[in-house]
């Protein structure tokens, strides 16, 4: 594949986080529509039970409804033949229940990594890794969180 084949899907990744940060389920939706295949394949558990491009939006209304102000800041973006990887550190504040927890007000920061593969300009897989350990931890679900 190419580098100007990379460049696409980099650019592509980029409207994408844009419409992630848009604080609004609706822009990330049509974002999801445009950019993502239906039948997109995840290779990480949702916890919606949805699969495709609807399990990808309903995440995302989960997220936005415990952490508003949620903000995905990439740290690395590496593109090279159909995959794009990225690394994110993500920030909110736990407004809404989330996993079965109650709104704390407490401040959450974690980091993810996901890899994308694209075929044409739609993505077709993702595999991701959450730091959901940190998230409860900081929510104190768990122990070795801030006090």
């Known amino acids: ?13 980029a409207r994408f986080h844009d419409a992630m940060n848009s604080g609004d389920a609706e ?3 049509k974002a999801v529509d445009q950019l993502v295949a239906p039948d997109v394949l995840f290779h990480s558990p ?8 609807q399990a990808l939006k309903q995440v995302w209304v989960v997220l ?9 800041s990439v740290e690395d973006v590496i593109a090279e ?12 504040t736990h407004r809404g229940e989330f996993r079965g927890i109650a709104p ?6 974690y980091d993810e990594i996901f890899v994308f593969r ?3 300009e739609r ?9 959901v350990l940190a998230q409860l931890r900081q929510l104190g679900a768990l122990p070795g969180g801030p006090a």
Do not use: C
């Open 104 to 109: 704390t007000g407490k401040a959450v920061a």
């Open 27 to 29: 822009v990330f939706a």
């Open 1 to 13: 594949m190419s580098t100007d084949q990379a460049a696409a899907n980099k650019a592509l990744f």
């Open 64 to 72: 936005l409804r415990a952490y508003p102000d949620l903000h995905v």
């Open 123 to 131: 993505i077709v897989e993702i595999w991701g890794v959450v730091d």
């Open 46 to 53: 949702t916890p919606t039970g949805m699969t495709g491009a």
């Open 118 to 120: 694209f075929d044409g």
């Open 81 to 92: 033949g159909d995959k794009v990887v990225f690394r994110n550190r993500v920030t909110g």
